[in-house]
């Protein structure tokens, strides 16, 4: 059992402290390598879960948990994980959830949208501005924007400019 205490509270401080899953690796490595695994087993941890869909830092979170505690270590980790950005999140959707009907949440959110697309159209202006093959990234991000006013599921649209993607940069 204190084995187990021992795992929940490693991660808890660890999603309690970063917000991403490389910070969370750099902690993880900080906080175990010399002390509960060495450093090859956590290089095996960080690239098993780096090659599997989802998450990189639970699946990270469940191979350490694993490795140190067997399957209830894994759960163990997992919750420890999950549990501050579930409560945080709820807590965050309790508040709006009180505030909703306030006339300044909804001129905050009108506040945030101009904001938000400049952020955007600054994102894509370093993405084209920084890459050597200009016209091709171009050409795909003009035929995405036709693609979506057509209503084309967007789902659909990456995985054609992903598939289109692979002839066009080689």
């Given at each position: 059992?204190?084995?187990w205490l021992q795992i929940f509270w490693l991660f808890l401080k660890i999603n309690l402290l970063t917000t991403s899953g490389p910070a969370s690796a750099g902690l993880l490595y900080k906080e175990t390598v010399g002390r509960l695994m060495t450093?090859?087993?956590f290089?095996?941890?960080v690239g098993f879960?780096?090659?599997?869909?989802g998450s990189d830092a639970l699946q990270l979170a469940m191979f350490v948990g694993y490795a140190l505690g067997g399957i209830p270590g894994a759960l163990v980790a997992l919750l420890g994980s999950i549990l501050p950005p579930t409560v945080l999140m709820l807590t965050i959707v309790t508040l709006l959830?009180?505030?909703r009907g306030e006339a300044w949440v909804s001129n905050f959110v009108q506040g945030l949208a101009p904001a938000v697309a400049v952020l955007m159209v600054l994102v894509a202006w370093k993405i084209f501005g920084e890459d050597a093959r200009n016209w091709k990234a171009?050409?795909?991000a003009l035929a995405s924007f036709i693609a979506f006013q057509l209503k084309?599921?967007?789902a659909l649209v990456l995985l054609a400019s992903g598939l289109i993607g692979i002839w066009l940069f080689r």
């Open positions: 059992m204190e084995k450093e090859e087993e290089i095996e941890a879960s780096s090659v599997l869909p959830q009180r505030i171009l050409f795909l084309v599921p967007p």
